[in-house]
């Protein structure tokens, strides 16, 4: 998927993957767990999601996924088959929603 401007679409496969291979050098290898799967450039930053993805799942793959507080003060709600998420409570729609419009569209349910 690529943006162009507010609007994502999908392009092929070639198109997407051969600059970058050529550029990074990707080599894809499932066991492979201590070495990049691409050419490291100088000033890139890696981050280890390991803990955060395998304890706290968050986008919806086949399953529904709720985060809230105890006090239902905020939520985040990941949707499986309408592929959305969905977040309420002012810190947090005001926070990550803010974060996330600048990536992803408004979905047409969303309210206010």
């Known amino acids: 998927m690529v943006g162009d401007g507010d609007v994502w679409h999908e392009i092929d496969y070639e198109t997407a993957w051969a600059p970058f291979n050529r550029r990074f050098r990707f080599t894809a290898n499932f066991y492979e767990r201590d070495e990049p799967a691409v050419q490291l450039e100088q000033g890139c930053l890696v981050v280890d999601l390991a803990n955060s993805i395998a304890a706290v799942p968050v986008f919806p793959n086949g399953d529904y996924y709720a985060h809230m507080t105890q006090d239902l003060r905020w939520d985040t709600f990941g949707h ?17 929603g803010s974060e996330l419009l600048t990536l992803l569209p408004r979905h047409p349910q969303s309210r206010g």
Do not use: A, D, K
């Open 80 to 96: 499986p088959w309408q592929q959305t998420l969905t977040i309420w409570g002012e810190e947090l729609v005001e926070s990550l």
